[in-house]
């Protein structure tokens, strides 16, 4: 993990020290002429009309990034693909949210981001991402209902798989809805439904995806902060390029707890198992699935955050095979000081993309992909913070039959970056 003479070079380029500079104190300047008129910032942060909450924010940051096209070091990849390019990057973004409703139970709200990235030596590759949310949630008597859509235009560097890197627009949808009744004090039933698309504009290298899920399931209540579960599954995943398309039918069960496990333990755990059938072939294999989301805390100022899941995936970079993936991720994040306004976090994760059980050209094929990264956050005010951090990723694929073979490649990153609104 030792960095490269062009991230050292990028971290000592003047342009990103003064940018910065230029972003903070105009900022700065800003909020005091606003306190200098008697205006605080909850007046321009956090507005309130009736049972409206619209709170507006705003983010700038610099990133030196020492391999921006995801390029492999070796002889082979430099031929085909050209060498590792680094860039400095300054990102600019905005958004608000808006709430209605008097409590968590009963609510409505909407919000929209926009987030631009300025290469300074790679401008032709600049570009902007759109994203907007809704989110409701209703309780009625025994009666639960919450709904979450979410869609985004993505335009910016599209990579991190096999050898594929391309700029081009994507939209990605994501729909949630969920609808519970108590049948007992401490029993329910519940019905949920996902549905995720990602579709790719004039992109010719990589994959239109597109997936749907039903589930029904029984909760029951062990205690206030503890709850049992158990449900089934079925949905359809699709993947489509150049006008073909192919399918897989899953069928899951799985059962699960949530809530808290200990005084200082919370989280998720389930476990189940997934089959997974060709709507071409028909032939499928099963896999066991798994989601652990547990948090644990190691005294008064330490959290310990363990995630991992295991499943069938869909591939946006292989046209016709699905896969097993599992990803591990740690993170641990400390409160620093006695004013606890500091705060310092370490993480590791791991991705591991199996292809075994695939037919056709992605068989025998595997991905893995390891990240490690720290932070070091300042809480300058309730509605202002600071972040400096640093990460460390290495992708690999081996790919019998290619070219290639395999691909191999690093990506270091430097962040600074400054965050306003509440």
């Known amino acids: 993990m030792q960095l490269s003479d062009d991230m050292m070079r990028w971290i000592q380029y003047p342009m990103m020290a003064k940018s910065f500079q230029r972003l903070v104190l105009c900022g700065m300047a800003c909020?005091?002429?606003?306190?200098?008129?008697?205006?605080?910032?909850?007046?321009?942060?956090?507005?309130?009309?009736?049972?409206?909450?619209?709170?507006?924010?705003?983010?700038?940051?610099?990133?030196?990034?020492d391999n921006i096209f995801f390029r492999d070091s070796s002889a082979e990849s430099e031929a085909?693909?050209?060498?590792?390019?680094?860039?400095?990057?300054?990102?600019?973004?905005?958004?608000?949210?808006?709430?209605?409703?008097?409590?968590?139970?009963?609510?409505?709200?909407?919000?929209?981001?926009?987030?631009?990235?300025?290469?300074?030596?790679?401008?032709?590759?600049?570009?902007?991402?759109?994203?907007?949310?809704?989110a409701a949630s209703i309780e009625r008597g025994k009666v639960r209902f919450s709904t979450a859509h979410s869609v985004s235009l993505q335009t910016g560097i599209q990579g991190g798989?096999?050898?594929?890197?391309?700029?081009?627009?994507?939209?990605?949808?994501?729909?949630?809805?969920?609808?519970?009744?108590?049948?007992?004090?401490?029993?329910?039933?519940?019905?949920?439904?996902?549905?995720?698309?990602?579709?790719?504009?004039?992109?010719?290298?990589f994959n239109d995806i597109e997936?749907?899920?039903?589930?029904?399931?029984?909760?029951?209540?062990?205690?206030?902060?503890?709850?049992?579960?158990?449900?089934?599954?079925?949905?359809?995943?699709?993947?489509?390029?150049?006008?073909?398309?192919?399918?897989?039918?899953?069928?899951?069960?799985?059962?699960?707890a949530e809530g808290e496990f200990t005084d200082k333990l919370t989280g998720t755990v389930q476990l189940g198992y997934q089959q997974q059938t060709s709507q071409m072939t028909g032939n499928g294999g099963g896999t066991p699935t798994v989601t652990?989301?547990?948090?644990?805390?190691?005294?008064?100022?330490?959290?310990?955050?363990?995630a991992y899941t295991r499943r069938n995936q869909m591939n946006i970079d292989a046209v016709s095979a699905a896969s097993v993936s599992d990803s591990f991720r740690?993170?641990?994040?400390?409160?620093?000081?006695?004013?606890?306004?500091?705060?310092?976090?370490?993480?590791?994760?791991?991705?591991?993309?199996?292809?075994?059980?695939?037919?056709?050209?992605?068989?025998?094929?595997?991905?893995?992909?390891?990240?490690?990264?720290?932070?070091?956050d300042y809480r300058i005010q309730e509605w202002m913070s600071a972040q400096l951090s640093y990460s460390y990723a290495d992708f690999s694929a081996q790919l019998p039959g290619w070219a290639l073979g395999g691909i191999d490649y690093q990506v270091n990153q430097v962040s600074l970056s400054l965050s306003f609104g509440f």
């Open 80 to 134: 085909l693909f050209g060498p590792k390019e680094g860039d400095v990057i300054t990102q600019l973004g905005t958004g608000f949210q808006a709430a209605l409703g008097r409590n968590d139970i009963n609510t409505f709200g909407f919000g929209y981001d926009y987030l631009h990235r300025f290469y300074t030596d790679h401008s032709e590759v600049s570009s902007g991402d759109h994203a907007g949310q809704v």
């Open 31 to 65: 909020l005091c002429a606003a306190g200098a008129h008697g205006i605080e910032p909850e007046d321009f942060l956090h507005y309130k009309i009736g049972n409206w909450h619209f709170r507006p924010h705003a983010s700038t940051s610099l990133t030196a990034n």
């Open 211 to 256: 997936s749907w899920n039903v589930a029904g399931g029984y909760g029951f209540g062990y205690s206030e902060k503890l709850r049992f579960f158990a449900q089934t599954s079925y949905g359809e995943q699709i993947s489509s390029r150049l006008g073909r398309s192919w399918g897989w039918d899953t069928l899951g069960v799985s059962v699960g």
């Open 161 to 205: 798989n096999a050898q594929f890197v391309e700029q081009n627009d994507r939209f990605i949808f994501s729909d949630q809805l969920r609808v519970s009744v108590d049948i007992t004090p401490k029993s329910d039933l519940y019905l949920s439904g996902t549905y995720g698309m990602t579709k790719q504009v004039d992109s010719i290298q």
């Open 330 to 376: 740690l993170n641990l994040s400390r409160a620093l000081g006695n004013r606890q306004k500091w705060f310092a976090s370490i993480f590791a994760s791991l991705w591991q993309n199996d292809f075994s059980g695939a037919q056709g050209p992605g068989s025998n094929r595997s991905d893995q992909a390891l990240s490690l990264g720290t932070s070091l």
């Open 292 to 306: 652990l989301e547990l948090e644990q805390l190691l005294g008064r100022r330490t959290l310990l955050t363990l």
